[in-house]
T-cell receptor, first 115, second 113 residues
């Protein structure tokens, strides 16, 4: 049981390049989330998904797209990277909505630098 | 809408002394509250959670937190700090919706030898 895994762990992009971050979970969770973490800002929600084939915008969705083609995978895409997207990205998953007492399980993070 | 305020960005204590990390929250609903810990260059690990059962919640590694509705607080405590407790701590609230958690900005805990 690997929990939540993220690929890659590190990446450096030039401005304007594109990339996709992959999140995978093997816990059969319905909900999945992408956050970004910036110094002094805590974690902010980018996009989330409440089930296969569904996605929704979070607090800071601009410049990102997501897809949930399979229940176990949640992809985060940057179509044209900008230096403001330099951050650490965390994926998380949970059984149901967090208010039902099921906490979120986090991946180890992806450190992205855009030059 | 919900929000979280961690009252201290940095806390420094000596090893073996008590730890207090302060958190206030606001929520339109009966909230679920969490404390997560993040060690350097690591992911987030759940320390403890409150979900409307006992107001005093015990977590891992000797940490506990008390939910005080009248004060809208959820402070994290530990009787005796250990060097391995040095990390970033996040207070988190959920209003029960599907749109994830709302994080505080974090408290950096420093343990002096």
């Amino acid at each position: 049981n690997a929990g939540v895994t993220q690929t890659p762990k590190f990446r450096v992009l030039k401005t304007g390049q594109s990339m996709t971050l992959l999140c995978a979970q093997d816990m059969n969770h319905e909900y999945m989330y992408w956050y970004r973490q910036d110094p002094g800002m805590g974690l902010r929600l980018i996009h989330y998904s409440v089930g296969e084939g569904t996605t929704a915008k979070g607090e800071v969705p601009d410049g990102y797209n997501v897809s949930r083609l399979k229940k176990q995978n949640f992809l985060l895409g940057l179509e044209s990277a900008a230096p403001s997207q330099t951050s650490v990205y965390f994926c998380a998953s949970s059984y149901l909505a967090v208010g039902s007492s099921y906490e979120q399980y986090f991946g180890p993070g992806t450190r992205l630098t855009v030059t | 809408a919900q929000s979280v305020t961690q009252l201290d960005s940095h806390v420094s204590v000596s090893e073996g002394t008590p730890v207090l990390l302060r958190c206030n929250y606001s929520s339109s609903y009966s909230p679920s509250l969490f404390w997560y810990v993040q060690h350097p260059n690591k992911g987030l690990q759940l320390l403890l959670k409150y979900t409307s059962a006992a107001t005093l919640v015990k977590g891992i590694n000797g940490f506990e937190a008390e939910f005080k509705k009248s004060e809208t607080s959820f402070h994290l405590t530990k009787p005796s700090a250990h060097m391995s407790d040095a990390a970033e701590y996040f207070c988190v609230v959920s209003g029960g919706g599907a749109d994830g958690l709302t994080f505080g900005k974090g408290t950096h805990l420093i343990i002096q030898p």
